[in-house]
């Protein structure tokens, strides 16, 4: 065991590297697993079964792995599974999955998840995404790489965000977000592509020109949505940063944002 402090609470049935940290009056429930170098912050509540990957920060009164809030669930065995370098700021809540779900929620790396922001059970959550303040993830959210939800943003039960995209503040989205959009309003609407946030992250000014011309395609051409597949694959031969979109749209299940 690591620097545990003498207040905390530790299961004998938890497994913690040995370098882990833990704060006063933290609760460490059977079957947690820790990775080393990550730090449980005072107050701070961790249950299991979830398994917490290297060097992670749950600062003070966040709840991780916690039962999910499903009148169905009745403390079947279900798991949170999150990676490594991630960041739960105070009092950000994340729920184990539903054995009528995935029967798991699971988190990337290297996510940063402000203040009292939700991730709900049997979410999917990638890799770099952000979860600004009082943000929420209902149950059965996915969110692909590099997502950035602002303040108050909230995502319906089984809805999609695809990777790099942009939930503007108070954004209340009902249905599914293609890759690269930014997104406003309530109902959520498309507002355009994410284009700063894909400079920040290396895409070309020419990578970036066939995005919005995909984005043309499908929010502004008035093509049906399968001619629109149709001529998001014939881009996305010429510019493979295109293929992200005809990725995604076989895999829609709440109907496209649009």
Known sequence: MGRIDPRA???PQAE???????????VIGAGVTIGEGSRIGPHAVVNGPTTLGRNNHVVQFASIGEAPQDLKYKGEPTRLEVGDDNVFRECVTVHRGTVTGLGITRIGSRCLFMAYSHVAHDCLVGDRCVLSN??????????GDFVIMSGYAG???FCKIGAHAFLANNAAVTRDVPPF???A????EPKGINGEGLKRRGFTSEQIAHIKQAYRILYRSKLK???ATVALAELAREAPEVQPFVDFLPRITRSLIR
């Open 9 to 11: 609470v530790v299961s």
């Open 16 to 26: 913690l590297a040995d370098d882990v940290e833990v704060g006063p009056f933290a």
């Open 134 to 143: 009082a943000t929420a993830l209902a149950g059965h959210v996915e969110l």
């Open 155 to 157: 995502v319906h039960q």
């Open 181 to 183: 959009l930014m997104v």
């Open 185 to 188: 309003g309530s109902p959520a």
């Open 225 to 227: 949505l399968a001619e």
